[in-house]
């Protein structure tokens, strides 16, 4: 049946991450996915490209330019580009000309009032009649339907770009909440620092991100593969290619994956006994792009004995969550995120 309230609601679900941005609409899904990047000229600060294409220049750029990740550590490092980025992704979008639309972003739960502020005033800017902040885990966990407004503790860990958020939710609220900067990010880096110390081989972050996307692994996964990779020889400076083994990227990979489960076992002590029972029984909950590196939910099941369930979409149950909160804004009124309009005079 043909719905008129339908066909005039222009909510718009942003999940404003640290590696990636999404956009999601009800009826047509989602819309933009994009890396949250953006080039820029050094010398007068214009823009030259957004999202995917600016991704595929890091690394490669002639020096005039260089590309920034205007959302590092889970923290707004660059105000400014972040509004440029958020208005193109959102400029991107058709959406109904005639009505200003709702726009409801998912933002890391570490960012400061002042940030939210920021991002609140960009959404603004691009024309949003209302605006509505939700940390990223309670949009991950409504994403992945867990039953966030009953008394029953449910505990998401989502592993994203620049950070890990470990969070137990209850009763529509965040009960504990622990944000580690070691994430997929991280791992880049532990790879890049690996070959430059095993074989003088100097690699772009991309690369060592396709490395950890196609041969990475938590210990104990038994990786078999390997994988040949270019770079630049730190000694002679000359170009050279080397083969990898699916073995040596997780011992590059150590380091971050041990803090991630120290974090992981320090905010297990620091739940409240009953919603510990709760999690005991339900386990915990694993999303982000980070959760799909091979062999982490094992390794996450043997530190902790406890159940653990891999979300089936990683990537996108945060913008999803965001949007069913959009959609339904009187039962999830608790969960949306209070910053007072403040203006400065
Ligand atoms: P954010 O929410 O911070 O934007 P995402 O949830 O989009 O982050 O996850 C991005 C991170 O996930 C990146 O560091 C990326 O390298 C990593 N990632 C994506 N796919 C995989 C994979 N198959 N294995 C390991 N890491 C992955
Ligand atoms: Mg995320």
Do not use: W
């Amino acid at each position: 049946m043909f719905s008129f309230s339908k066909y005039l609601t222009n909510d718009i679900a942003i999940d404003l991450g640290t590696a990636n941005t999404l956009i999601y609409i009800e009826d047509k899904g989602i819309v933009v996915n994009e890396p949250s990047v953006v080039a820029v000229k050094k010398s007068n600060q214009e823009i030259v490209a957004f999202g995917i294409e600016a991704k595929e220049m890091v690394g490669r750029t002639p020096g005039e330019i260089i590309t920034v990740r205007p959302l590092q550590d889970g923290v707004i490092s660059d105000f400014e580009l972040t509004e440029q980025m958020i208005r193109h992704f959102i400029r991107k979008v058709k959406v109904n000309k005639f009505i200003r639309p709702r726009i409801a972003i998912a933002i890391p739960s570490g960012v400061t009032e002042v940030e939210k502020r920021a991002v609140r005033d960009s959404a603004e800017h691009v024309g949003a009649r209302e605006v509505y902040l939700i940390d990223e885990p309670m949009a991950a966990a409504i994403g992945m339907g867990l039953p966030i407004h009953d008394p029953i503790g449910s505990m998401v860990i989502d592993i994203g770009g620049g950070t890990t958020e470990i969070a137990v939710i209850a009763l529509s609220g965040i009960v504990n909440h622990t944000s580690l900067r070691i994430a997929g990010d991280e791992m880049n880096e532990a790879i890049v620092q690996y070959l430059k110390r095993k074989y003088n081989l100097l690699v772009g972050d991309n690369t060592a991100e396709t490395i950890k996307i196609s041969i990475g692994s938590a210990a104990p996964f038994d990786e078999q593969g390997s994988l040949k990779i270019k770079g630049r020889d730190l000694v002679d400076g000359i170009p050279k290619t080397i083969e990898i083994l699916g073995k040596e990227v997780q011992e590059a990979l150590a380091e971050p994956v041990d803090a991630i489960m120290d974090g992981v076992k320090l905010c297990l002590e620091q739940t409240p006994p009953e919603l510990a029972a709760d999690i005991l029984d339900r386990g915990i909950i694993i999303t982000g792009g980070g959760s799909l590196l091979k062999g982490l939910d094992e390794r996450l099941r043997r530190e902790t004995n406890l159940p653990i369930v891999i979300s089936e979409v990683p990537l996108e149950c945060v913008v999803r969550g965001t949007g069913k909160i959009l959609s339904d804004l009187i039962s999830y009124q608790k969960v949306l995120t209070k910053t007072k309009k403040v203006y400065i005079t």
